[in-house]
């Protein structure tokens, strides 16, 4: 039978471990005939190195990569399994298939449930909790009495407000920002430190790839993460597939990937998004570090050993290091320009300055590396947070983990469509509201964990950010409203010290922002990107939309996992 799928051949083995498409039959309805007579969790089995895997003649036939004494576990396991055990040792990653084989209920349940079950404050799988629902009812309440009561008085108040807390965020992100201007605290690993890795010594890295009917751009994939610079022999490439996606599957296939890529079936389950397939990945993954990559991504060839690098110059505290992003249709048209101006801002200044600072820092959703143990003892993702990666970010520091930057770079490929963008942006904005939600849920004990000030830090940028974009329009309005309209006509709505206020806050917090983006070329020596940082306030009335779509999905859908299309770009990304 076939064993493992590895590029568009199988390798065959004596033993009777399904093929890939087996797997894939058994998802549809189909049922094993044989089941081991002894389930253990999944961890153990992976932490082991075995599973039951048919019944023969001699007993019960266990696969095992002789990391276990084979005489103690072939021992163990006939005491448990109260029959005899014959032992057949094959390759780890063979192993590892058969568990998800025989698994598979288990290891769904472990990737949407387990961090919602061991620590259910942290999970956004309940979108309010019981005191922030009676808090906000009480609030509303409070909200409707003083509209009857006194309308005027209540909405300049709320007015001034919002447009405090606009400018709050700005000015957080404008002075974040200028710390990072003054500190370059990008690890610096050379071409020389990378050569004078001995690769006899590196362990094994674990590369997951999540991707869902991006069946157009795998191809690439495969080619883009075949030139990574580490041993083959130690490098696990996982590219999660969803088990209804099989026109994804298939690419892979004709892709002819190499031995060391291999296809992993994520079993149905709720929710259906990123986190929940990169925790299936996360509970076979047999790598020291662990890395997550999109179908469109195309990482520096020598960005493993830079990051391992990092990490081994790095305190054992250090649970991240995150690469930069960009992207390889910058000049394509004007989204895609605006796109690089606010990427390279915030990885080259704003990561530099919450690095510098100590304060929380919300990952990027790729190129993400971990240690793969302290990884799972933070619970992985949270697969109902449809952000997880600013989630995991600000999890990781309220256990006091730190989070590194390396100057390396992931080239991926930008939105072209407004409307794809909005879609992307509304799931990002939406997650930034579950963030906050979630943690907001324990404010002492958030204040207790991480102190006041990296606090106030994440108070403003995680919730700040998505108050920030549903503030725009309103502020347009208003400030439309206060230069146009007959100062009459205003008064009457508006104290005039609230309407200027508003409107001055709001342009000076746009001419800011405007500034903050056209620092963003500077390191990466893309002047010629300067002026396009002018368009910076239509770039985020797109923000304002998408803040205002992610509010009502939060009510609505508040796991729905908005799908971005790539492959749209006419750049290539080989």
């Known amino acids: 039978m076939t064993a493992v799928v590895s590029g568009a051949s199988a390798v065959t083995s004596e033993t009777d471990t399904p093929s890939i498409d087996e797997t894939t039959a058994r998802h549809r309805g189909g049922e094993s005939d044989w089941r081991p007579p002894h389930r253990c969790s999944v961890r153990r089995h992976v932490d082991e190195g075995w599973v039951a895997s048919a019944r023969i003649r001699e007993g019960v036939l266990v696969l095992t990569s002789g990391r276990s004494d084979p005489d103690v576990l072939r021992a163990a396991l006939t005491e448990e399994f109260g029959e005899p055990v014959v032992l057949r040792t094959v390759d780890e990653a063979e192993v590892r298939q058969r568990i998800m084989w025989e698994l598979d209920d288990e290891v769904a349940d472990l990737a949407a449930h387990d961090l919602a079950r061991t620590i259910p404050a942290m999970s956004a799988r309940t979108v309010l909790s019981r005191g922030q629902q009676v808090g906000g009812g009480i609030a509303l309440l409070a909200f409707a009495g003083c509209l009857v009561i006194a309308p005027g008085t209540t909405a300049a108040i709320v007015t001034a407000v919002l447009s405090l807390g606009f400018l709050a965020g700005i000015v957080f992100k404008f002075w974040v920002s200028m710390v990072g201007a003054r500190f370059d605290l990008v690890e610096q690993v050379s071409a020389a430190d990378v050569t004078a890795l001995d690769d006899t010594t590196l362990p094994t890295y674990t590369v997951l790839v999540p991707v869902f009917r991006e069946a157009n751009i795998v191809g690439d994939l495969v080619r883009n993460l075949e030139v990574l610079d580490w041993p ?18 298939q690419a892979v296939l004709d892709a002819d990937p190499p031995a060391w890529m291999r296809i992993v079936i994520v079993p149905p389950g709720a929710p259906q998004t990123k986190p929940r397939a990169c925790n299936v990945g996360l509970a076979i993954a047999r790598g020291e570090y662990v890395v997550i990559y999109d179908a469109e991504d195309r ?11 990092t990490f081994e110059r790095a305190g054992t505290d250090t649970v991240c290091v995150q690469a930069a992003l960009s992207y390889f249709n910058a000049d394509e048209n004007a989204l895609t320009r605006m796109f690089t101006l606010e990427y390279s801002y915030w990885f080259d200044y704003m990561l530099a300055g919450l690095d510098a600072r100590n304060l929380p820092i919300p990952l990027g959703g790729t190129s993400n590396h971990f240690r793969t143990e302290l990884l799972r003892e933070l619970g992985g993702w949270d697969p109902y947070n449809v952000t997880e990666d600013a989630d995991l970010g600000i999890r990781a520091s309220a256990v006091g983990y730190r989070v590194s930057v390396v100057n390396s770079t992931t080239m991926e490929e930008a939105n072209t469509s407004i409307p794809n963008f909005v879609r992307q942006r509304s799931r990002w904005i939406k997650g930034y509201m579950q963030t906050a939600l979630v943690h907001a849920r324990r404010p002492r004990a958030l204040v207790r964990e991480i102190g006041l000030r990296r606090a106030a830090a994440f108070a403003l940028l995680i919730a700040g950010t998505p108050l920030t974009f549903l503030g725009m329009l309103p502020g347009i309005a208003v400030t439309i409203a206060t230069l146009v309209l007959p100062t009459a006509w205003t008064a009457s709505l508006f104290p005039a010290p609230v309407l200027w206020l508003c409107v001055l806050d709001f342009l000076l917090g746009n001419a800011t922002m405007i500034y903050l983006t056209m620092m963003g070329p500077y390191k990466r020596a893309r002047f010629d990107l300067m002026l396009w940082a002018l368009l910076n306030p239509a770039y985020w009335v797109l923000h304002s939309v998408a803040a205002y779509k992610g509010l009502w999905q939060l009510i609505t859908r508040p796991h729905y996992w908005e799908k971005t299309e790539h492959g749209l770009t006419k750049t290539s990304s080989v």
Do not use: G, I, M, S
Request: aromatic share 4%; net charge negative.
């Open 232 to 249: 083959k022999d130690r490098l696990e490439v996982l590219v999660l597939v969803e088990a209804e996606d099989h026109e994804t599957r």
């Open 299 to 309: 990482p520096d060839p020598d960005q493993l050993k830079k990051v391992f690098t």
